[in-house]
C-alpha cells in the first residue's frame, strides 16, 4: 500500500508540473484566505482542466463517475495538490457538499441531471443557508418557499446572506420553510435553484481585505422546479445537516497543507528581518507548529470513522480547532510583520499573511460561531442538559 500510495503522489506531482503552468501558472498558491473571488474565470477553465485530467470528485463513486478513491488516496490528492500550489477550488461545494448529498439522497434522475456537470467542471453551485437573522441559528430561518399549484413548483421569497462566490454560482440549493406556522427545524424543504432566473438578486459584500467573495442573495418569487427537491416537506433539516457533515471531510487535509504554508512564510520573514531572534515570537512559532501536527492527528482520527462518543467528540470539536488556531494564526503573522504589515507591499509573502489576517477571525464565525460550536460540543458530544433558548430553540 505504501508503494501505490508513493506512486500515485508521484502521479499527481507530475501532472500539476504539466498542467499548473502557462496561462494557469499565475493560479499557483491563489485563491486562499481573503482572496477567494481572485480570478474566477481563469479558476473554471483550471475546474475543466482537472476534470479533463479525471482529478475532480476522486472519492466519488465509480458508477457516479468518481476514482473510489480510498481515503488513504484522497488525503495523499488534497495534500500533494496543495503542496504544490494548486489553487482554492471554485469547484468545491458542488464536488464536496451537494454532490455527496445528491449521491447520497437525490433521486436517479437528479444524479443524472445535475453530477455530471459538477464533475466536468461546468456548472458551479452556491449554499443558500444563512441568513440575517438566521446564521449560527440555522433552524430560526424565515426564507419561505410555497408550492404553486398550477404547476407544483416551489416560489422562493427570501434572503440569504454570506453566499460564497453566489456571483459567478449557476445553481444554489437553498433551505426555505415549506409550512406555514412552523418553527425550528419543522417543515423545512432543501430546493435546487438556478440563480440565472427572474426573482434573484445577488449584491455582493465588500470584505476589509478589498476582496467580494460573499454576497447576499435575495428571492422574489424565484422558482425551483417541483422535481428538483431533495427528499420531501419536513426533510430540509436531515438534508442540510448530512451536506454539512461532508464539510468536515478529506478536503480538510488539504486545508491543512495550506496552513502550513503560510507558516512557512511568516517563519521565512522572521528571518529575514530578525523577528526570529526574539523568544516570545519563536515560542509562539513552535506552538503553531505543535499545534497543526496535533490538528493534522484529529482529521485523521475523524476520517477514520469510528463509533462512539469519543469519535462524536472529536468531530464536533475539530472545526473549533482549527478556526481558533488559524485566528491566532494570522495575528501571529501580524506581529512578525511589524509596522509594514499594515503597508500595501509588493513582497507577495507580506501581501498573502496580509489578507490571511484580515480574513482569520471570520473562520471562528462562519459554519458556526466558536459559541454554537462549543454549545453543541456539550450538549451532543458530552451530553450536558440542553439550556432553554427560547421558542425557537
Sequence with gaps: MTRDLDALRQDIRCWMAAHLTGRFAPLKFRAGAGEGDVMPELRKEWEQELAAGGWTCP??????????????????????????????????????LIGPTIIAYGTPDQQKRFLPGIREGRIFWAQGYSEPSAGSDLGNIRTRARQDPATGDWLVSGQKIWTSMAHVSDWIFVLARAEEGTVGRKGLVFLLMPLDQPGVTIQPIRQIGGGAEFNSVFFDNA??????????????????????????????????????????????????????????????????????????????RVLEET???????????????????????GALAMEVMGLSGNLLSTDERHERLRQMFLFTPADTIYGGTNEIQLNILAETGLGMPREPRGPLA
Design 59 to 96: 472519492g466519488w463513486p465509480v458508477e457516479h463517475g468518481g476514482r473510489g478513491m480510498s481515503v488513504a488516496e484522497q488525503v495523499v490528492f488534497q495534500e500533494e495538490y496543495s503542496r504544490v500550489g494548486g489553487p482554492g477550488r471554485l469547484g468545491h461545494i458542488g464536488e464536496g
Design 223 to 300: 422558482r425551483a422546479s417541483a422535481s428538483d427537491v431533495l427528499g420531501g416537506v419536513g426533510d430540509g433539516w436531515k438534508i442540510a445537516m448530512a451536506l454539512l457533515s461532508f464539510e468536515r471531510g478529506i478536503s480538510t487535509l488539504g486545508q491543512q497543507m495550506g496552513f502550513a504554508q503560510e507558516l512557512d512564510l511568516i517563519c521565512q520573514i522572521a528571518r529575514a528581518n530578525g523577528a526570529a531572534r526574539l523568544p516570545g515570537i519563536r515560542h509562539r512559532i513552535a506552538r503553531a507548529w505543535a499545534g497543526l501536527r496535533a490538528m493534522r492527528y484529529l482529521a485523521m
Design 307 to 329: 463509533e462512539g462518543a469519543e469519535a462524536l467528540r472529536e468531530r464536533l470539536s475539530y472545526k473549533y480547532h482549527w478556526s481558533n488556531w488559524h485566528r491566532d494564526l
